[in-house]
C-alpha cells in the first residue's frame, strides 16, 4: 500500500490496515523509545501512546512528509515528554548540536583527505564485507559498540543503519539539522567500525597464535 491508500484506509478507521502497521512499525519505535526512557515498561506505554496519537491526529495529516516520518515524529515527541517527566530528557535539537560541535577525537585522521573531505567516507556499518562472513558474535561487538554511543549519535545511527529511514526522514523526525545529521552519523559509523575493526584484529590474532 503507497501512503494514500494508506492514510485512506486509517481514515476509514480499516483496523486490518491499522493493526498491519503496528506488526510492521512498533518494534522500530519500542526501540527509539527505549533510548529516552528509563525502562522496557514504559517504552511500550510510549509506543502505545503513539499509536493512540496516530489514531487522534490522522484527520489532520496534511502529508508533507510521509506517512512514516508522521508516526515515528509524534513517537519521537512522546518519548521526550515521557523522558522530561522521568528527568532524562534533553530537547533533540539542542542535543544533537552539542554531540556534533563537540571537539571529539572519534575518527582517525588518516581517513581525511587533505582538502579535509573523507578519504574512505564511513559505510553502513552491515556493509562490511567482514561482517558477512563471520559469527553472530561480531555483530553482537557492532550493536554494544552503538549502545555506548552518545545518546544522539546512537539515535541517529538507529534510525539510518538500522531502521533504514533516509536523512530527510531522520533529521524531520527528530526536528534536528542535515549538517548536524551527518556529523552525528560519521561519527557514529567510524566509531562501529573502528570498534568492528579491533574485534576482527583480535580474532585474526587468536586464529594465527
Not at 518519548?79 to 554531540?99: C, D, K, N, Q
Request: hydrophobic share 45%; charged share 30%; with cysteine.
Amino acid at each position: 500500500m503507497d501512503d494514500a491508500e494508506l492514510v485512506q484506509r486509517l481514515r476509514a478507521r480499516d483496523e486490518r490496515a491499522f493493526a498491519e502497521l503496528v506488526g510492521m512499525w512498533s518494534p522500530s519505535m519500542l526501540r527509539l523509545a527505549r533510548m529516552y526512557v528509563p525502562s522496557q515498561a514504559v517504552a511500550e506505554e510510549v509506543v502505545q501512546e503513539a499509536w493512540l496519537g496516530v489514531l487522534q491526529g490522522i484527520d489532520r495529516f496534511e502529508g508533507r512528509s510521509s506517512l512514516k516520518t508522521w508516526v515515528f515524529r509524534i513517537l519521537v515527541n512522546r518519548a521526550m515528554t515521557r523522558g522530561a517527566r522521568e528527568a532524562r530528557s534533553v530537547p533533540f535539537a539542542a542535543l544533537a548540536a552539542r554531540e556534533a560541535g563537540a571537539d571529539e577525537p572519534a575518527v582517525d585522521p588518516d581517513r581525511f583527505a587533505r582538502d579535509g573531505a573523507w578519504a574512505s567516507p564511513p559505510r553502513r556499518w552491515e556493509e562490511s564485507p567482514e561482517l558477512k562472513t563471520r559469527s553472530d558474535e561480531t555483530l553482537a561487538v557492532a550493536r554494544e559498540a552503538i549502545e555506548r554511543l552518545p545518546p544522539m549519535q546512537r539515535l541517529v545511527i538507529t534510525m539510518r543503519d538500522l531502521e533504514g529511514f533516509p536523512s530527510d526522514e531522520t533529521c524531520n523526525a527528530l526536528d534536528i539539522s542535515e549538517t548536524n545529521q551527518r556529523v552525528l552519523l560519521h561519527r557514529a559509523r567510524a566509531k562501529v567500525r573502528a570498534a568492528l575493526e579491533e574485534h576482527l584484529e583480535a580474532a585474526d590474532e587468536a586464529v594465527h597464535t
